[in-house]
T-cell receptor, first 114, second 111 residues
Framework: DVKVTQSSRYLVKRTGEKVFLECVQDMDHENMFWYRQDPGLGLRLIYFSYDVKMKEKGDIPEGYSVSREKKERFSLILESASTNQTSMYLC?????????????FGPGTRLTVT | GEDVEQSLFLSVREGDSSVINCTYTDSSSTYLYWYKQEPGAGLQLLTYIFSNMDMKQDQRLTVLLNKKDKHLSLRIADTQTGDSAIYFCAGMNSGYSTLTFGKGTMLLVSP
């Protein structure tokens, strides 16, 4: 069965801390994505990766960076967490080159920055 | 880039039909999706439609696509209280298969 897992369901961090959110998929997918979800704003794309060590900025990359050292793992990094980064973070993955395309989502990490 | 708009709230009675509407701007979206999110959960793919289709039916779900008006709708027949959730429409962008989501429609089903 398809699986995307995220390292934490809930996380509380202090302003200024460095925060790592981990995402792992077991489907050998090439493309992986990080979104944040906020009430009334829907999901917005932060960063995505289409191959190991490759990354592209999404719509709201400011304040974030990413790392993809292995195909199955995509990390989102908040270099210096701020309160406006309190949000739900969703990871997704997809395989490329197929006739039908579906993004598989992880359960989400609810991050609170105090 | 793609812009996707949805109404934010819909309230129906159990047993009625629900229709959730969505408009999008990018006519090159190959696939259009409907996702469901229950409280505290991640996104669950409900159904999708390929851009060369007008309609797709899947049990209680009917998706209608009007390409001329760039309008997508999701009809849920015989709506149940378990259908209460937030529904997102999304268009898939060409290239890296990123999704652009609407802000979500909260569906509330009352007994």
């Amino acid at each position: 069965d398809v699986k995307v897992t995220q390292s934490s369901r809930y996380l509380v961090k202090r302003t200024g801390e460095k925060v790592f959110l981990e995402c792992v998929q077991d489907m050998d997918h090439e493309n992986m994505f990080w979104y944040r979800q906020d009430p009334g704003l829907g999901l917005r794309l932060i960063y995505f990766s289409y191959d190991v060590k490759m990354k592209e900025k999404g719509d709201i990359p400011e304040g974030y960076s990413v790392s993809r050292e292995k195909k199955e793992r995509f990390s989102l990094i908040l270099e210096s967490a701020s309160t406006n980064q309190t949000s739900m973070y969703l990871c997704a993955s997809i395989t490329s080159g197929t006739s039908y395309v579906e993004q598989y989502f992880g359960p989400g990490t609810r991050l609170t920055v105090t | 880039g793609e812009d996707v708009e949805q109404s934010l709230f819909l309230s129906v009675r159990e047993g009625d039909s629900s229709v959730i509407n969505c408009t999008y701007t990018d006519s090159s979206s190959t696939y259009l999706y409907w996702y469901k999110q229950e409280p505290g959960a991640g996104l669950q793919l409900l159904t999708y439609i390929f851009s060369n289709m007008d309609m797709k039916q899947d049990q209680r779900l009917t998706v209608l696509l009007n390409k001329k008006d760039k309008h997508l709708s999701l009809r849920i027949a015989d709506t149940q209280t378990g259908d209460s959730a937030i529904y997102f429409c999304a268009g898939m962008n060409s290239g890296y298969s990123t999704l652009t989501f609407g802000k979500g429609t909260m569906l509330l089903v009352s007994p």
